[in-house]
């Protein structure tokens, strides 16, 4: 029998290693937020509608292309509801491809959808939305808590492998990673950096230059001796990776000034540990490692930022019923 109404939410994420380096299989490493999209979905009606208002590819992209690529049924009522900022780099656009897709795998199943098929149908709606992408964003959204993604399966006793997302040449290899509580806060620019003109802008650079390839790979060991340094809760070493990181970023031009400004303003605070671009940048947003949260988040609010403390989700997807 069908059900009548599917709910399901997933939560944003933050990147603290490797965006865009795991665009090109370097590994990256990132935490679902606790602020979280929510969609339902009933199939009901003559037309499909989005909170009332008929499917739109130019305003419902994402929902629009989960809907061709997921959806063999008649019309739809879906409604959204999202607590994430859009176009920030916090992963608004997965958490609304993962609960979309939760919806529609769900309305149309017998069973419980499994996580993997989750986010595998995920993967390819960003995927073919926004052109190139990883599944970073989307796994995390479905996954929930801290995930590393790798090019080869890792095998060690602080990492469970949760699943493998092939797309082209490029195989991914999701894992989850135990994270402690991390003191972070996360400064949103309030402008909005496009996630694809950001790819593009560093493909061109990576496939012209070995200087940027060199940059990508080394972006890639950071990544890991973040997981070693998380492993440890070692956050010194945690927030200087975390310097190191941004510091590649700006070398492959995805920095602004705002967010430079953000970051050398969340350095000057007394007991801050690190701090980066995080997400696709050309606007977006950036986090902070520090011993002061409170007083980091009124330094970056003082610089024309709005902050806010950013524990992490145990919860990735959750689906009713
Ligand atoms: O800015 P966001 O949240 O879309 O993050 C993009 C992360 C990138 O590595 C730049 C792209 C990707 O698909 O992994």
Do not use: C
């Not at 608004?92 to 149908?121: C, F, G």
């Not at 070692?234 to 970051?263: A, K, Q, S, W």
């Amino acid at each position: 029998m069908q059900l009548l109404e599917v709910e399901a939410s997933a939560p944003g994420k933050v990147i603290l290693f490797g965006e865009h380096a795991v665009v090109y299989g370097e590994p990256s490493l990132s935490l679902a937020l606790q602020r979280r999209t929510f969609v339902s979905g009933q199939p009901v009606g003559e037309a499909f509608t989005v909170n009332g208002f008929p499917l739109d590819p130019n305003f419902h992209s994402y929902i629009e292309r989960a809907v061709k690529q997921h959806w063999k049924l008649g019309p739809l009522r879906l409604q959204t509801e999202s607590q994430i900022p859009s176009g920030s780099g916090i992963g608004s656009s997965a958490a609304l491809s993962v609960a979309t897709n939760a919806v529609l795998l769900r309305l149309q199943s017998p069973d419980t959808v499994p996580l993997s098929e989750i986010a595998h149908a995920a993967f390819l709606t960003e995927f073919d939305t926004q052109g190139r992408a990883s599944p970073n964003d989307t796994t995390v959204a479905t996954a929930g808590g801290g995930v590393l993604l790798a090019p080869k399966r890792l095998e060690s006793p602080d990492l469970e492998f949760l699943w493998q997302i092939e797309r082209e040449e490029r195989t991914w290899n999701a894992h989850r990673v135990k994270i402690p509580e991390l003191p972070l806060v996360i400064g949103v620019t309030g402008s909005k950096g496009k996630t694809a003109e950001q790819v593009a802008k560093v493909r061109r650079f990576v496939e012209k230059s070995s200087f940027a390839r060199d940059v990508v790979k080394d972006i890639g060991r950071i990544t890991m001796a973040g997981v070693e340094a998380l492993r440890k809760n070692d956050l010194r070493t945690l927030g200087d990776l975390m310097n190191r990181n941004h510091e590649h970023l700006h070398t492959l031009g995805v920095d602004t000034p705002l967010l430079e400004t953000l970051v050398q303003g969340a350095r000057k605070v007394r007991g801050t540990l690190g701090a980066k671009l995080t997400g696709a940048g050309g606007g977006g947003s950036m986090v902070v490692l520090s011993e002061n949260p409170d007083e980091v988040k009124v330094a970056l609010e003082k610089l024309g930022a709005s902050a806010f403390l950013a524990p992490a989700s145990r919860d990735g997807v959750l689906v009713k019923p």
